[in-house]
């Protein structure tokens, strides 16, 4: 079996040094990647596009995706449920926000981000719930503080003022 040489081509991030060994009729090619790592390649994945390096490339790519950390906290549940009450009809609670168009800023609704920094800066703590200080206006910097129950059972529409 003649087997075409690919030393010194370049695939992805890949470089393939030499032919390593040929198995059930395959060629398999020892690569060097641009992080400095060496690996054994199929000679029809590096050619098809299928691997493009020895896996580093993937884990950056997954370190990208890692925006803030704070998915399993309860500052994230208040966002999220934010949102939900506002855009999702199948919410309980719909028809008394975005049933009543009630809705939440952009800046907020496109990223936690915004809202966490919001957040903090207002004084957010456990225990403290996001209140609408207008209470038929949207959620959004001007029209949002921290309070308590307490304080929140007083913002609501059916109390009496």
Same mark, same amino acid.
């Given at each position: 079996?003649? @087997?075409?040489?690919?030393?010194?081509? @370049?695939?992805?991030? =890949?470089? @393939?040094?030499? =032919?390593?060994?040929?198995?059930?009729?395959?060629?398999?090619?020892?690569?060097?990647?641009?992080?400095?790592?060496?690996?054994? @390649?199929?000679?029809?994945h590096l050619t098809s596009g299928r691997t493009v390096s020895c896996g580093c490339r993937m884990h950056e790519t997954l370190k990208d995706t890692?925006?803030?950390?704070?998915?399993?906290?309860? =500052?994230y549940y208040v966002w999220n449920s934010m949102r939900q009450r506002c855009r999702n009809p199948n919410t309980k609670s719909y028809h008394n926000y975005g049933g009543r168009g009630i809705s939440v800023c952009d800046e907020w609704n496109k990223s936690f981000i915004p809202f966490y920094h919001w957040a903090i800066a207002n004084g957010y703590r456990p225990g403290l719930t996001i209140d609408r200080i207008n209470n038929d206006g949207n959620y959004c910097p001007e029209n949002c503080r921290w309070a308590t129950y307490k304080q929140q059972v007083v913002n609501r529409r059916r109390t009496k003022k």
């Open positions: 079996m003649k @087997v075409k040489n690919i030393s010194g081509n @370049v695939y992805g991030r =890949l470089t @393939v040094i030499e =032919l390593a060994y040929i198995r059930n009729h395959r060629s398999y090619y020892k690569c060097q990647c641009i992080c400095g790592k060496e690996n054994i @390649v199929r000679k029809d890692t925006t803030h950390g704070q998915c399993h906290t309860r =500052l």
